[in-house]
């Protein structure tokens, strides 16, 4: 009976301090959505003269054409192109001339723009990421020039890189039938045979009101900040045709699939891939909860075992790739000198297996919930960190609030969740393997 009573007060103070943290970090916010069918948010924070303006288009990889891949990140380019009333080469220009910080990122699921301007500077950015949305420059001049710029970054990041094709092979070994088979960079083919009336297209469909999300933080009075976007947003024509989501469903692997890639590299990596549910879903979190106790940070199971005491790593890590539709669980490491590929390989399953048989000890959960909790609330403690979660948890989910809720989910897990997780999900007989060898010199 007493051992009992002490369980229900340990989650009885555990839960409290939950409370307490999401009630001190509460993040308040309005949204609603224009006519045109642009969501809006907006978070209200006079503590810094700091504002983010950003713009989140539900736009990825996975809407591609097959035969088109990499559009979404060619278009992260073009959009600094310039527009009918901003000249070409001159939007990074007038950004930094006004003290702003602007860049963009392409996922599998969504393209994100920001600038972190002065908060004096507010209209200026609205009336920036109008005119993109609007009036875009999409011409030939614009288009052969981003065409050289993303050509050379895939050459640069991807195919001149050491292990710079893991992402790539990792995905098109582990999917065969969803987009996601294919990354965001996409081919250097798709980009070079597009013509300039498919890139048209192509913006006309996805970059839209209706299939975008303003969403701002900082250093804003409400009233005003409502009456700009009014001014800069409420005129832009709705988006006619149809925006495509793909409902594919990835067949399940029917056995482990393993490959063999040579590469300009001096030292083995090996790579396994486990499908995974979408994120959000209850077993997204205590899969998520999962490798931060394999591998987040220096005392890590991985880091500890593998690294450290086995020798046997350079490096070793994992995590969760959190998709809109069903993703996947990457664990990979680098082999030390004279250590086989196989023996690293090795001792990631036995850790995973120790994972599936053993349950974490109250020690190490409660130093994982800490871990946990810490990034949560790290990963919102900038305006342009708040302003992105609250676009991403529209976009994915139609609830913005779980800024303040989402930690409740993951303090939700338990260990017998993890446990359950680890052998439900990370499988042999369903994984992808992929080693990375040098390349055999004559």
Same mark, same amino acid.
């Given at each position: ?18 409370? *307490? ?35 989140? =288009? ?48 392409? +996922? ?28 875009? !420059? ?42 996601? !088979? ?39 009075? =409400? ?10 947003? +409420? ?35 090996? #790579? ?8 959000? *879903?209850?077993?997204? =979190? ?5 490798? *931060? ?24 890590? #994992?995590?969760?790739?959190?998709? %809109? ?32 048989? %053993? ?18 609330? *790290? ?11 609250? +676009? ?51």
């Amino acid at each position: 009976m007493k051992l009992k009573f002490l369980a229900a007060l340990t989650i009885c103070i555990a839960l409290i301090s939950v409370h *307490t943290v999401e009630a001190q970090n509460k993040v308040e916010f309005r949204e609603y959505d224009l006519p045109n069918g642009l969501h809006v948010i907006l978070h209200k924070d006079n503590s810094t003269p700091i504002v983010a303006v950003t713009i989140s =288009y539900h736009v990825g990889s996975k809407n591609e054409d097959p035969q088109r891949t990499g559009f979404a990140h060619f278009f992260e380019h073009l959009m600094f192109e310039g527009s009918e009333y901003i000249d070409r080469g001159e939007f990074d220009i007038i950004a930094m001339n006004a003290g702003a910080q602007l860049n963009a990122n392409t +996922s599998f699921d969504r393209t994100f723009y920001y600038l972190l301007l002065p908060s004096n500077q507010i209209e200026l950015g609205l009336w920036m990421e109008s005119e993109r949305m609007l009036h875009l !420059r999409i011409d030939s001049i614009g288009v052969e020039s981003q065409r050289s710029v993303v050509k050379e970054e895939r050459k640069q990041s991807y195919e001149n890189q050491p292990y710079g094709s893991l992402m790539e092979k990792v995905f098109s070994n582990s999917y065969s039938e969803h987009p996601y !088979r294919w990354t965001p960079i996409g081919t250097a083919e798709s980009i070079n045979n597009a013509t300039l009336e498919e890139f048209m297209e192509f913006h006309s469909i996805y970059y839209v009101p209706n299939n975008a999300t303003l969403s701002i933080a900082g250093d804003i009075e =409400y009233d005003q900040t409502i009456a700009l976007v009014e001014k800069y947003f +409420s005129d832009i024509p709705k988006g006619t045709k149809e925006i495509k989501r793909p409902n594919i469903v990835e067949p399940v692997l029917p056995i482990e699939k393993r490959d063999t890639i040579y590469d300009n590299i001096q030292m083995p990596l090996v #790579a396994q891939a486990y499908h995974i549910p979408a994120m959000g *879903t209850p077993d997204h =979190y205590a899969l998520s909860m999962l490798t *931060t106790l394999l591998s987040g940070g220096e005392s890590s199971r991985f880091n500890k075992s593998i690294v450290d005491k086995q020798q046997k790593a350079l490096f070793v890590g #994992a995590f969760p790739m959190p998709l %809109e539709d069903p993703g996947l669980f990457i664990a990979f490491g680098i082999t030390n000198i004279g250590v086989e590929p196989s023996e690293l390989e090795s001792s990631i399953d036995v850790e995973i297996e120790k994972a599936q048989k %053993e349950l974490l000890t109250d020690k190490e959960f409660e130093k994982l919930r800490n871990q946990v909790e810490v990034d949560f609330v *790290t990963r919102n403690s900038t305006m342009a960190g708040i302003a992105e979660s609250l +676009s991403d948890y529209h976009i994915y989910y139609k609830d913005a609030n779980l800024i303040n809720t989402e930690l409740q989910r993951y303090m939700s897990v338990t260990k017998e969740d993890i446990q359950r997780v680890a052998n439900q999900y990370l499988t042999k007989d369903k994984r992808v393997v992929l080693y990375y060898l040098p390349k055999q010199t004559m």
